[in-house]
């Protein structure tokens, strides 16, 4: 076991060389590989000043060093008319990734994105749950703009009259060659306020530069262990009683089930919200959160942040709120610390000290309607702009806070976040209901250190009932949200069965991703990520000539294809969710031997192969060498240690370190959590053979025993 | 005759009332029932500031007075963080119209918007082609925001705590009365500016606030007579003899055909521009401009704003454009008057000089990638965000001044414009091409100081095709944009002759809509109006019920039901399209009695009635007593002077105010114009009589001859 220290080391100065004017950018050492890029006058509360949270400088050190591709001379950075513009060189191969939880693109470069938070309206267009402004370049470097404002970016598309490396001016009909979108060298940005600050990542891989981003904004978050089993959010007019017999019946029907999610009706009112049980439906809150202790089920509550009149919070947040309402509740000022503490007494109160296990925090994104205007004000004075964009962020720190003070895990869901909340148990979802989509929302989640999960509420057919099923089971949080259709997992009965099986599939994988999320929160490796950030992945943006139509074309603009519904998912795994009406897909494999997770055999090696696994299996390969701890099908988190089965697959050797703890508690950040190697090794002729100490999994809090299966 | 005098009067200032801080609003008379009112540092360069434009004063003088509906103590602005914020009170039943070309909602009431200059997204979310930050409110004024900046306007959604009005918070479960949309008692409004103008306009009816805003931005635009024909822009490749043969097939069909417009390709290169002739599709554009003339055609040429280095221009105006290009031509800064002369010189000697009638002003609205990004910088220090929302303004300006100094009327269309260009002949087109929102924008332009045209471009049917071409004859520019797809008015052989006949009905109509447009000059009446602007019309939104739905309907919002296809052109005439798959619609008539315009029949009065007039009449409408005057259907625009129809339909006594100039100069400016009194009166048993004075129709540009039809 290894002592992870966290502290926050002071930090270097690396003093700035040029000062020609009071604009001068200011460059300053925060980390190994780490920059922070100040200019002007940058805002007092930004992105991360709010949050709270440690940069864990020890697990950056780790990292091996690399410099920055460029130059800080090709930095530019200025102030003008109380606007900050940064330009960023782009060379002619380099691809941008992040800036967001896009929806429909993976890679961003030929794109312009006015970053806000918002719910997402189908276009990828900057307004999202997590317009994180932080990119990640295929040269092997990253950068957040720190700063809560609306940021304006320019991914290769705007063409200067100085640069180096011009595109040539062709005439549209007579040439051949003509493009809509000359090439263009620079990434430029702008943040409308008279200073910023930016902050520089380095590499050499983009997953070294991902790593270095979450782990500066304090690592990612570990989940409770019953974060990772099956979650259940039942409608919003259920009673006590109503969901009492929600979970039998999960029970009875063999399906797993770890978390009862509560919709906004467990309240005396929503929309504004009292934050206080309904004494119709929930006569006895202690009581009801007993009885689901008891059947080893947390319950989830939904909230959104307006205050209503009706409940006791009202007047003594009064004075820390905003001047405008929502539904006619009151905002609160949470960069306020009187309007976080009277939060958290309130939901110790009724929520906490009962033993409820966290929340779901909607409404903090907006759409414009259901939030504050721009022009509201609050009374620490922080603008509007500047709160909506960190709101959905402080919602996430002081109830993570609040349980982390009990030394009690929480795993939740929120509508928005942004940058600084990788280490914030956390979860976005959203009211977009596209299957495509929200894959693609999942793989762009690993760029920005967030969380996304691609929850199932209804389908329209079975098929894509089980689609949907099979990709929420490899997502950070698998749920199915009943609120408002009132679907169970055994809604369509003739593919019942199958969705029973990826649960329990999910059920088996536990020890897999918890390790998976162990790397997340100590090396800042997202456990559900992006092909684009696995070494050996090859896939290039095809451009697709489509005909000129005047309407719905007029500029003849090529169409993009890229590969982006396709993930990885730990180490190992690589998954490849088929959709509604699809017999067969292609699956790109990165170089390497890949093997199929259900048979073990070989399916090819840095090729592109069509999956055709039918109706009841979600694609899932294997690369070679994996070794894959597993529980068994019907394991329960309820504390029972199970016996570990250890699949290794293809023809490498191979290791892994299997990570554990209490599952609960915050114990692991003092050094109360095992890493037990896992080994198998492939001699000459073939043979394998496992290792593992069997003391360590005695000593172990989750397992009973061990065997070892060879694909 | 009248002549109006044209001077700037001497602003006289009402002194301020309140000074509690250095950011109180300043007051001060700008002409009768106009004050501007100004507050902090507002930008040099506004909506007005750079276009040169004269209020008409004199004008405005004539509209009866009108005392603001509030004390202006109850309009908020203060400037806080270099934001202008501004705040106007609303009540419960009041209607706020305006804010931009918008596509799909004439009310805006409960809407949140950017006023931002782009091409139509297809959202009514302030990104338009004229995002005109002017509101009309139906208590009887209208406010003009002053700022060529991104201007966030919440119209009636921000509730604030301090409300007088404030709306009751209800649980959204158990009340019935709870709603998604809480009543909110204020128009808010935010400038991303350290200061701001803003213009405000009495009524006291909301024509009356149309009218005075378009008289202090210097009137109306009187569009040369010829500009009212139909026009006809051919495909892109076309050269000088396969214009010349289209032109020919045109006056085989007997289709009447003013202008022909030329598409990129006249030029030696576009996507950047040259602005010079191609000398293999036209190798003597002179004698080319002369055969057009001959056959009294006008032609017209697409250009766009950039400026390609294989032309004459770009050397000479480079040091006056931006850091960036745009299809790497360069982008010049018309806000600079060096850059301004450079265009009108390059202009004059290619088009200009041997006849050219004038413009179509293509890409100067942006879509974000054909355009400069907002971190671009301009020689004149303007920032480019305020470039970009007065560049279409910009490009008006100068090529109308141009043609103004050769005293002769321009008419052209634009892809941009904003507050201020009513004066300027142009017209707002764009790329998207549904048929109903057309009319909407066509319905929405009447109130920010616009034209747009529901150009023609192609069909899926012929009945599409036809319900069209109806539709683009009654607005103010007839056109066919045949440029990508090579249709021609004949395209659909089984609609040829309904085609024809109403292109006809549009040559008929002439000395009517030309009044119309003359009217728009001289008293700032849009000649195509919304029906909101006509008294003794009443059509309130209706709000459809629709189920709540988890994906598409969250929040269980009820759908805003409003009139938006029906609209006034000139004094007397009330149109209402109908659109493809319909056999019958829906027409509400204001109070009155109305007249089937092709029959005479009485139809209704102050009652919705049900259209079904065939596929081959557009439903047109005619007010009681009301007297239209008519060319004959064959008429040519060559000067010749024609017998006059004079129509009187209904009982009661009519008059009308009948406009002639010379129909090609600015002379009518000099009083060189006659206004023909036309007058039908009716005795106590309904014999009708016309009167006209036979020395005034003598003395006329336009009429040989009258006579009275009465209907």
């Not at 293809?650 to 037990?676: H, V």
Request: net charge negative.
């Amino acid at each position: 076991m290894k002592y992870i220290f966290y502290t926050y080391l002071a930090l270097v100065l690396v003093s700035c060389s040029n000062n020609k004017n009071s604009s001068s950018p200011r460059w300053e050492q925060a980390a190994r590989g780490v920059w922070k890029v100040s200019v002007g006058d940058p805002d007092k509360v930004n992105l991360l000043s709010e949050l709270n949270i440690v940069p864990n400088l020890d697990a950056i050190a780790e990292i091996r060093e690399s410099p920055l591709p460029f130059g800080r001379e090709e930095v530019e950075i200025e102030v003008v008319d109380n606007r900050t513009f940064l330009r960023f060189p782009l060379e002619e191969s380099e691809k941008i990734f992040g800036l967001g939880l896009n929806f429909k693109t993976v890679e961003q470069r030929d794109r312009i994105l006015r970053l806000h938070v918002d719910h997402y309206g189908g276009r990828d267009d900057g307004r999202t749950h997590a317009p994180v402004p932080f990119f990640v370049s295929s040269r092997g470097y990253g950068v957040l703009i720190n700063a809560a404002r609306y940021i304006d970016v320019w991914v290769g598309t705007g063409v200067r009259k100085d640069s180096e490396h011009p595109p040539v001016a062709r005439d549209r009909n007579s040439d051949l060659d003509w493009t809509a979108k000359p090439y263009s060298d620079n990434l430029e940005i702008l943040i409308p306020a008279g200073g910023a600050e930016v902050i520089v990542f380095s590499g050499p891989t983009m997953l070294d530069v991902v790593r270095r981003f979450n782990l500066y904004n304090g690592g990612g978050c570990l989940p409770p262990k019953w974060g990772l089993g099956f979650w259940h959010r039942v409608p919003t007019l259920y009673t006590d009683k109503e969901i009492e017999e929600e979970v039998k019946e999960f029970e009875e029907k063999g399906f797993p089930l770890s978390v009862i999610g509560l919709e906004p009706d467990w309240m005396t009112a929503a929309y504004p919200c009292t934050y206080e049980w309904d004494p119709g439906r929930f006569p006895e809150p202690a009581a009801f959160q007993q009885t689901m202790k008891e059947r080893n089920i947390r319950t989830n509550l939904w909230i959104n942040p307006y205050i209503s009149p009706q409940g006791e919070l009202y007047d003594k947040i009064e004075p820390y709120t905003s001047s405008h309402t929502v539904w006619c509740g009151l905002v609160p000022d949470y960069t306020m610390p009187q309007a976080q503490d009277l939060l958290k007494q309130h939901f110790r109160k009724h929520q906490l000290d009962i033993g409820v296990s966290g929340y779901k925090m909607d409404e903090n994104d907006g759409y414009d309607f259901w939030l504050w205007p721009d022009v509201a004000t609050f009374p620490s004075h922080t603008p509007a702009e500047q709160i909506r964009q960190i709101y959905g962020s402080l919602m996430q720190k002081i109830t993570t806070e609040m349980y982390e003070e009990e030394n009690i895990r929480t795993y939740g869901l929120v509508r928005a976040g942004n940058a600084g909340t990788s280490s914030f148990p956390f979860v976005l979802y959203n009211d977009y209901y596209n299957h495509r989509d929200f894959i693609t929302a999942l793989i762009n989640s690993s760029f920005i250190g967030v969380f996304w999960t691609p929850e199932v509420r209804a389908s329209h057919t079975s098929e894509e009932w089980l689609r949907r099923m099979q990709t929420v089971c490899f997502s950070p949080l698998a749920m199915l949200n009943a609120w408002a259709d009132g679907t169970k997992p055994w809604s369509f009965p003739d593919v019942a069965e199958q969705v029973n099986e990826v649960a329990r599939l999910r059920m088996s994988l536990i020890p897999y991703l918890y390790s998976s999320f162990a790397d997340y929160a100590f090396k800042g490796i997202p456990p559900v990520r992006a092909m684009n950030l696995e070494e050996g992945y090859r896939a290039d943006v095809v451009l697709k000539e489509v005909s000129f139509d005047a309407t719905a074309n007029p500029y003849a603009m090529a169409l993009k294809q890229e590969v982006k519904d396709q993930f990885m998912v730990g180490e190992y795994l690589l998954v490849a969710p088929l959709f509604e009406g699809e017999k067969e897909r292609q699956v790109i494999l990165p170089q390497g031997k890949w093997y199929d997770f259900y048979t073990g055999e070989c399916v090819g090696e840095g090729e592109v192969i069509t999956a055709s696994p039918g109706l009841s299996k979600i694609p899932v390969y294997v690369k070679d060498g994996a070794v894959i701890p597993l529980y068994p099908e019907t394991a329960k988190l309820d504390g029972t240690k199970y016996p570990l089965e250890i699949r290794h697959y293809g023809e490498k050797p191979g290791t892994y370190s299997l990570y554990d703890d209490d599952g609960e508690s915050y114990n692991y950040r003092k050094g109360e959590y095992m890493r037990i190697p896992l080994e198998v090794s492939v001699d000459a002729s073939g043979k394998k053979e496992g290792k593992v100490e069997t003391s360590d999994i005695e000593r172990s809090w989750s397992f009973s025993d061990y065997r070892f299966v060879f694909y």
